[in-house]
């Protein structure tokens, strides 16, 4: 079927098989290959994106499910002059990535939680992640970045 | 993972989605947030031929105030349970359970009705409605029905709705009692339950004890008797069939049944 | 000033952050344009006999363009014929775990992989599952019966030559058998390989801690010399000691890819994952201690039994680590330490995080524990009594181990006064006595541990000094998340005085360094980094020469200003040559420098943890609420990288204590094999990390650092576990095996009510 998704900003229009999910849809068609897959289950949050301004698990969408909405990637976050946004400012003065792999995911997840929630405790943060799994970094400073970039915001 | 292949349809109102299901009957599955079937069928352990998305069915997406119940559309995502002043009010133990349900991104995508029509004893969400007394209204091509939440649950994965019926509204009297509770044992935060308990005033409800989320009926009777909570809490698992997983024993959780339950009313009743 | 030991934010970030890393499957080079996929075949059952494949519906499928079984092995090496025990690329007459790889489905686009891998055909016959351990060592069922034994190593660690019982003067032994469970490393990247056939050299992209030694499997694997391999090591997703070299399935992409003359790309998927990388772990110890009743322990036994899995890849060399470091930081009198090596129909278990090391930690960290409870002593007065004292070092320990440098005590003192120990053994009491519903406990791990992954193969380096003044530096390590782009950069700019945004850090390209051996071990910072040292100590050494020459003085005349990154002759400070010029000067050899740096000895760095959790008695749940470290691996370079090493490791090793456990069924079907069912720990269930610095230096190599990787899972392990037992020890609980569940703590304070 074809389908039209705006991810960061750009209209893109293909006629994909139905079945095709839209974390594939950004990765092999949109050529935005940030946005990763780490499990089969809607588990590990590695492919999350902001679909319509809300975090979604883009392994857990299908492309025809997102037709016609606008879709943010961690590729579409910095600003227009590729200053970093407050997220990823907080992630790299906070050490908040080593491997790299769930970053792009767990930064999405991070600003959506803040959009929510511009405030949270340190508790409120890390439920805010349950989504979202990391191996290397023993969530310590994913943590504290995102408490960091919500300082920020105030 | 990927699905196998499937056809993809869309209803744009709940119409389009009983003419589509009847169009394709048995071959069909209702999608609407899709998180608990598209995990199955990337596991291919679902293979269904056809997929009616009913995502975008915007007209049953609501919570209201009916007087003396409050009506939510099927299609309402648990995110906007959690976050409904109307639940907040006149719900709370609603809106609570919503926002326990798996994690933000889930609750992002996730229904209620999806969540009931899928039946599955170890969600939070049909616990809820059955502890709540609901009423689950059903639409299919002969008109609407009403199904008590008692009736709705037949067995795992299981409803009582028919094949080409699609779950619209669910219906919440507004509860006589104040009180509630909510406790959800988990190892980890994002887990199903391992056993929950819903509790709005003296009404009991079970997760993962059965093949079907139950009421715990001892517990209510003893409680109506004049038994006191504690004591009566220890009836939790009475009539239970509690299943065996890689999280717990039977026995395991009979005895957190029975905690659980006599925490619920403690938190109920305070 | 020097740069070493300040926080320098990673150079890395900025690229991981706005485009996100390139991962194997990421990659958009010219090379793979067209790729077809790779989907693998794998064995649903734990141990069957192949009886036939019938790949004629497969191949009959819209987009496959090939399906490759055992039968098509005819152009590569076969297995050796002398060793009855080989892993073969794919199956050939035998299954022997559940996800071993049988037959390879190559397709043209990504989806078309798993519907037309779903249409082979494989008839099996089913042989017994050997899954128990005891099981496996009687060896009713072999799982080669050509080698006549599952056991494939075994050391009984002299039990033979004891010719007096050294418990026999004991006044309190205490035994006990514990399990050291299996677990799934799960690095948040899958394996993943790429690899093209051009020009009769095969090009292969591999998600892997060692581009030298992928190149090496796959050159053996594929029958190619080395030369006709070049290995790519993309970004890394992590590896945690189950990326080491390249597996099976990269070798067998590689093989396609020359077979068909097609480029492939394959990645696993996570349920391929959990049952076909390797697994941790999976010990078994039996652990004996005596001592007296004043707290001084004389006597310690460990005998285990390693399960290795259904080939054995690195289960000898797990065992031979556990067994070499069982004794820890305690100075005892009679030790003795053995094992057995036994296959069984499960996955492979391999190197994970600590790879052996936080096997003998847990064993004798618990055993310590069950001596203090048994004695009735605080286990922190134990520890100390037993330690070795600083005097000794260097320190030869009855497993032949020679530890450089420690500070028992001291690291144990100091993370017991930042965690407030004495406060916390209060509120513990206060909540005893009210009979509370959550206790409080308290754990500890005191722990010494080998790090330096075989230094005698070193690591290798090359530095290159550019006509603009950059410098590109090489390294044979292989980060996948540690931050060498930055350390290294830290090093190089620390004795060149070249900006840091002026100098960059390249890994993982076998054409472009020929030798290296990679990232395992904790070896990174003290080889790896040192030969970086060194290369740059060797450049300084060059150019020295080189504006002697250019300035007509001698050599000795000459001195180097760090900060401007100019060389001068001493009291001539208007004329200086910038790194720019000198590289110019060196001419076309260019000015750079080659190293090898080799150690011939291994370094122990040492700590101590507190671990405080809460256990609700009456359900079992146990939370995690403090944690409380000392890790002392020697001067730090960068101490943010070496915390998020902490960090991370903490957390491997609480999901070990609290949640994480690979299960089979008793036909060794796996029941973990999704992150539905394998509890993989999340930020919930974690707290914020409380962090103690020590810096004791190594004589060993010229930084004085000791590896800092896997400390935080060793400690952090039996840190944990103890605390959960001591938070229901006055219930009369003494031991609870991990992962502590809430129905084992629950089941333990059953039994110990039951008991009493």
């Known amino acids: 079927m074809k389908v039209t998704i705006t991810v960061n900003g750009e209209p893109i229009q293909e006629d994909v098989e139905d079945r095709t999910l839209l974390v594939h849809f950004l990765r092999d068609i949109a050529n935005l290959t940030a946005t990763n897959i780490g499990c089969d289950t809607t588990s590990c949050g590695a492919c999350t994106v902001l679909m319509d301004g809300e975090s979604v698990k883009s392994c857990t969408v299908l492309a025809a499910q997102a037709d016609g909405a606008e879709v943010t990637t961690v590729e579409g976050l910095a600003g227009q002059g590729g200053e970093l946004h407050p997220m990823q400012r907080a992630f790299q003065a906070e050490h908040g990535l080593q491997c790299g792999f769930c970053t792009p995911g767990m930064v999405m997840a991070a600003v959506s939680l803040l959009k929510e929630n511009p405030h949270p405790t340190e508790d409120e943060v890390r439920t805010g992640l349950e989504g979202n799994l990391c191996r290397c970094t023993g969530y310590h400073n994913i943590v504290r970045a995102v408490l960091a970039a919500a300082e920020e915001n105030s | ?270 | 000033m020097s740069i070493m030991g300040t926080r320098v934010v990673r150079v890395e970030d900025p690229r991981l952050l706005t485009a996100g890393g390139t991962y194997t499957d990421d990659l958009r080079v010219p090379e793979l344009a067209g790729a077809a996929y790779v989907t693998f075949v794998r064995s649903p059952f734990a141990h069957a006999r192949i009886t036939g494949i019938d790949t004629s519906a497969a191949l009959g499928t819209e987009g496959v363009v090939a399906v490759l079984t055992a039968q098509d092995l005819d152009d590569v090496p076969p297995p050796p014929a002398d060793q009855p025990i080989a892993e073969p690329m794919l199956a050939r007459d035998t299954v022997r775990y559940v996800g071993e790889p049988v037959a390879l489905v190559v397709t043209d686009g990504r989806y078309q992989g798993e519907d037309a891998a779903e249409l082979v055909n494989v008839d099996y016959e089913p042989l017994p599952a050997v899954i128990d351990l005891d099981d496996a060592l009687r060896g009713d069922t072999l799982l080669f019966p050509d080698a006549g034994s599952n056991v494939v190593a075994a050391d009984d660690g002299g039990a033979a030559d004891q010719a007096e019982d050294p418990f026999a003067g004991c006044e309190v032994v205490v035994e006990r058998t514990i399990v050291n469970q299996r677990v799934a490393p799960v690095p948040l990247e899958t394996r993943a390989a790429a690899a093209a056939w051009a020009d009769d050299r095969l090009t292969a992209w591999v998600s892997t801690q060692n581009a030298h030694w992928s190149r090496d499997a796959i050159a053996g694997g594929v029958g190619l010399d080395p030369s006709a391999v070049r290995v790519i090591t993309p970004d890394v997703g992590g590896g945690f000691g189950a990326k080491i070299g390249a597996d099976r399935e990269a070798v067998a992409v590689a093989w396609a890819a020359r077979r068909t003359g097609r480029p492939m790309r394959w990645v696993e998927t996570r349920s391929e994952n959990l049952v076909a990388m390797t697994h941790g772990r999976g010990q078994r110890h039996t652990i004996k201690i005596g001592g007296t009743r004043d707290g001084r322990i004389t006597a310690y036994h460990l005998d285990l039994v390693q399960d290795a899995g259904a080939y054995p890849r690195q289960g000898v060399l797990l065992a031979t680590l556990t067994k070499a470091m069982a004794t820890g930081v305690y100075d005892i009198a009679h030790t003795r330490a053995g094992y057995q090596v036994v296959l069984t129909n499960t996955t492979p278990v391999g190197a994970y995080r600590g790879a052996g090391r936080p096997e003998a930690t847990a064993a004798i960290e618990r055993a310590v524990d069950l001596f203090a409870a048994e004695i009735g002593m605080d286990p922190a007065e134990v520890r100390r009594r037993n330690f070795v004292t600083p005097d000794r070092f260097p320190y030869t320990t009855p497993g032949g181990m020679e530890y450089d440098t420690g500070e028992y005590a001291a690291a144990l003192d100091r993370v017991l006064a930042a965690a407030g120990y004495s406060e916390l053994r209060a509120d513990q009491e206060r909540r005893r006595a009210a009979g509370e519903p959550v206790q409080l406990g308290i754990g500890l791990s005191t722990y010494v541990e080998i790090t330096g992954g075989v230094p005698e193969l070193g690591e290798t380096a090359r530095l290159e000094v550019h006509d603009d003044g950059s410098v590109t530096a090489w390294t044979g390590s292989s980060p996948h998340g540690q931050g060498h782009a930055t350390a290294w950069a830290m090093l190089v700019h620390d004795e060149l005085g070249v900006p840091m945004d002026k100098i960059s850090v390249k890994h993982g390209d076998t054409d472009a360094l020929a030798m290296g051996i990679g990232t395992f071990g904790s070896r990174s910072l003290q080889l790896g980094g040192t030969a970086v040292h060194q290369a740059a100590l060797d450049v300084k050494e060059r150019a020295r020469e080189l504006a002697a020459n250019e300035l007509e003085a001698d050599k000795n005349d000459l001195e180097f200003d760090q900060a401007g990154g100019l060389w001068r002759v001493r009291g001539t400070p208007d004329i200086g040559l910038d790194w720019g010029r000198l590289a110019r000067l060196a001419g076309p050899d260019g000015l750079t420098a080659d190293v090898h740096f080799t150690s011939n000895k291994a370094t122990f760095p040492f700590g101590a943890h507190v671990a405080v959790v809460e256990a609700d008695v009456e359900t079992g749940k146990v939370r995690l609420v403090r944690h409380v470290t000392v890790d002392d691996a020697g001067p730090i370079l960068n101490p943010i990288l070496a915390e998020g090493q902490r960090e991370g490791g903490i957390a491997q090793g609480a999901a070990q204590a609290l949640l994480e456990e690979v299960l089979y069924d008793r036909e060794g079907n796996p029941i973990t094999s999704t992150l539905v069912d394998y509890p993989f720990i999340t930020a919930t269930e974690l707290p914020s990390f409380e962090l103690v610095d020590m810096a004791t230096p190594t004589p060993v190599n010229p930084l004085g650092v000791k590896g800092i990787g896997e400390a935080g899972t060793i400690g952090a392990t039996p840190a944990v576990q103890n605390a959960v037992v001591d938070a229901v020890s006055h219930l009369g609980v003494r031991h609870i095996d991990m992962p502590t569940t809430p129905e084992r703590v629950w089941t333990a304070i059953n039994e110990a009510r039951a008991g009493q």
């Open chain 2, 1 to 270: 993972m990927i699905p196998a292949s499937f056809t993809y349809r869309r209803a744009e109102s709940a119409d389009q989605a009983v003419a589509l299901v009847g169009e394709y009957g048995d071959e069909a599955k209702l999608l609407a947030g899709g998180h608990s079937l598209l995990p199955l069928m990337k596991l291919r352990l679902a293979v269904p031929e056809v997929l009616v998305d009913i995502g975008r069915v915007r007209e049953l997406s609501y919570v209201r105030d009916a007087g003396d119940h409050i009506a939510i559309g099927a299609l309402t995502r648990h995110h906007d349970l959690e976050h409904s002043e109307l639940l907040a009010a006149e719900l709370p133990l609603l809106a609570h359970a919503a926002g326990q349900v798996g994690d933000p991104q889930v609750r992002h995508r996730g229904t209620i009705g999806g969540s009931l029509a899928h039946s599955d004893p170890a969600s939070d969400l049909p616990a809820v409605v059955l502890a709540l007394d609901a009423t689950l209204v059903a639409r299919g091509p002969s008109g609407t029905r009403e199904i008590p939440a008692g009736e709705f649950f037949q067995g795992l994965f299981e409803t009582a709705l028919d094949p080409d019926e699609l779950l619209t509204e669910i219906r919440v009297p507004k509860p006589a009692t104040s009180g509630w509770s909510f406790q959800k044992f988990t190892k980890r935060a994002i887990d199903w339950a391992i056993v929950g308990v819903a509790a709005q005033g003296d009404a009991v409800a079970l997760i993962n004890m059965g093949g079907t989320p139950l009421r715990a009926t001892a517990v209510e009777q003893a409680l109506a008797g004049g038994t006191p909570a504690a004591q009566a809490a220890e009836l939790a698992a009475e009539g239970t069939e509690p299943p065996t997983d890689l999280n717990a024993s039977p026995d395991f959780r009979r005895h957190l049944a029975r905690v659980l339950v006599r925490r619920a009313l403690e938190e109920a009743r305070s």
